[in-house]
């Protein structure tokens, strides 16, 4: 069976960190590309950043640029997103989701998802 595990999330002041993990399991995780997404209340999910399988190649939506880094663990089954100079506007719920077949920020390429972990940014 395959799980998408998220944790890390909490409440943080604008300005500051988080790191989000992604541990998964019940498939060969090397195969699979992994990616962040988000919503917000009364908005639609969006893709903030993936990660490719084998060689780790790393897309990002323009509102995390420079911001955000995505990164993995092949010998945990964990990917991670180091989340810094948070914003309110970063506030959602955070889904980590994989793929076999698609690597990028479009949600309808990811077949297996996360149940979410909830970020929120004081102002």
């Known amino acids: 069976e395959v799980q998408l595990v998220e944790s890390g999330g909490g409440l943080v002041r604008a300005g500051g960190s988080l790191r989000l993990s992604c541990a998964a399991s019940?498939?060969?995780?090397?195969?699979?590309?992994i990616g962040w997404f988000r919503q917000a209340p009364g908005k639609e999910r969006e893709g903030v950043s993936c990660i490719s399988s084998g060689h780790g190649s790393t897309y990002y939506a323009d509102s995390v640029q420079g911001r955000f880094t995505i990164s993995k663990d092949n010998a945990k089954n964990t990917v991670y997103l180091q989340m810094n100079s948070l914003k309110p506007e970063d506030t959602a719920v955070y889904y980590c989701?994989?793929?076999?077949?698609?690597?990028?920020?479009?949600?309808?390429?990811?077949?297996?998802w996360g149940v979410g972990t909830l970020v929120t940014v004081s102002s």
């Open positions: 019940g498939f060969t995780f090397d195969d699979y590309g």
């Open positions: 989701a994989a793929s076999s077949r698609y690597e990028g920020l479009n949600l309808y390429g990811f077949d297996y």
